[in-house]
């Protein structure tokens, strides 16, 4: 090959070197430039986020309760949004109260098999009681000490939903999807309020169905329910026996209420916050007992 020939080889790869460079920087600050933009969206949508709780919490403070659960509060400005969800927690099953054979109904209803009833129920158990006295199908203390990352069972009542994360033989998934949303530790009541209970736990309530908990659900638009009694004679009319009554408050107000607020900014990038409220009783109308910044987004696609 002439030294012309070589020349125009060299050339030819410092032009593919040199364009390589530049589409590889070029690349580079175009990846840089969307995660600032992605992180200034989710700023702004965290920043919504708040105020969107704070309204929420003054709405409520003014007792016009009802009119807030009917639905979303809402709001936004320059292509940003948030939605806030109001939640009374006594339409929820509280971990803490509901009993063994509650606590397994409820379990089975969600579509787990019998042995995974038994080993879960008897789990959940075992974190809640005082004792390490370990259940047929349980878990104490020295069933966790070896784990990649060792837990201690809480051996009482559960501080928050969290806790059955830990709990041995609940799977992500299943937690997410099932206990987050229909487990509490605010009702402090072993009863749930069929009027304000959403249709994903009237599904697992004992001695429910889905056909039972759609019937409930159409019935009280109609006309919310007045006591236990009313929910009773819907129950006995479909043929569920008296060991469902126990877990109905029917029409009993709750206190404690939880504030789910989502920001969106460019209707993509979106932040939850999340906290827990007591209304009423003392000096201060509000309130906040638990705070959550950063809620997961799947937590609430569940």
């Known amino acids: 090959m002439s030294r012309k020939g070589i020349a125009q080889l060299v050339v030819l790869w410092a032009l593919l070197l040199l364009g390589t460079l530049a589409m590889s920087f070029a690349f580079s600050m175009r990846t840089e430039a969307q995660a600032s933009r992605?992180?200034?969206e989710a700023a702004r949508a965290y920043f919504l986020a708040r105020p969107g709780v704070g309204r929420t919490i003054a709405l409520l403070s003014t007792g016009a309760t009802d009119n807030v659960l009917a639905g979303a509060v809402t709001g936004g400005e320059d292509g940003a949004t948030y939605e806030v969800r109001v939640m009374p927690e006594n339409g929820k099953i509280d971990i803490n109260h509901v009993g063994e054979e509650g606590l397994k109904e409820i379990l089975r209803n969600s579509g787990l098999s019998e042995d995974e009833v038994e080993s879960m129920g008897d789990a959940i158990l075992d974190w809640r009681d005082e004792d390490d006295q370990r259940r047929p199908a349980g878990a104490e203390e020295q069933d966790y000490a070896f784990l990649p990352e060792p837990v201690k069972p809480r051996n009482g009542r559960l501080a928050s939903v969290e806790e059955l994360r830990y709990v041995r033989g609940v799977p992500p998934e299943f937690f997410s999807r099932v206990l987050a949303n229909v487990f509490t530790v605010d009702s402090g009541s072993p009863g749930v309020n069929v009027n304000?209970?959403?249709i994903e736990v009237l599904r697992v309530l004992p001695g429910f169905t889905p056909e039972l908990a759609a019937l409930v659900k159409e019935r009280r638009k109609e006309s919310p329910f007045r006591s236990p009694?009313?929910?009773a004679a819907i129950l006995a009319a479909e043929g569920v026996g008296p060991?469902?009554?126990p877990v109905?408050?029917?029409g009993a107000s709750s206190r404690v209420y939880t504030i789910t607020s989502t920001g969106k900014a460019e209707g993509s990038v979106?932040?939850?916050i999340r906290c827990i409220i007591v209304v009423g009783g003392g000096p201060n109308p509000i309130?906040?007992?638990?705070?959550?910044d950063h809620v997961?987004?799947?937590?609430?696609?569940?």
């Open 196 to 198: 304000a209970a959403p």
């Open 296 to 302: 997961p987004i799947y937590e609430e696609a569940g």
């Open 270 to 272: 979106t932040r939850v």
């Open 229 to 231: 009694g009313d929910v």
């Open 248 to 250: 109905i408050l029917g």
């Open 243 to 245: 060991s469902a009554i």
């Open 38 to 40: 992605n992180g200034l």
């Open 287 to 292: 309130k906040i007992r638990r705070w959550e």
